[in-house]
């Protein structure tokens, strides 16, 4: 996957724009976040995929199930997942309130959505991340 030559200032508008916008299943959990702000950087179609896979909560924890759990559905689209130091960009899992969760790594800290919109947390709680 080749990011583009603005990426940051993608990432950042993107995670802007979700900035005070709530979490939603099928509209703005944490996968389809993830995936709005991997496909402003890359030009990729991820969230377009995964709304055509899930549209409520049930639809999308019967798709997590069926993909053996958030880590092997994101591998399925980004590859083998990695442990250890997160870049910028990067697509984070951490374990958040819903458990398993995920957010993009912006330094030391991770952009993740949250029932009142975007939140921080320390880059440090990362379980595994996916280059970008």
Known sequence: MIRRSDWLEK???TIEQHQSKPFAWGDNDCCLFSAKVVDAMCDSTFAEKLK???HDQDSAIKYIVEEGGIEAAVSNYLGKSKTGRAQRGDVVMFDGSLGDTLGICVGNT????SESGVIYMPRSVTICYWTI
């Open 110 to 113: 991770i952009a993740a959505v």
């Open 52 to 54: 055509e896979k899930y």
């Open 11 to 13: 990432m950042w508008s």
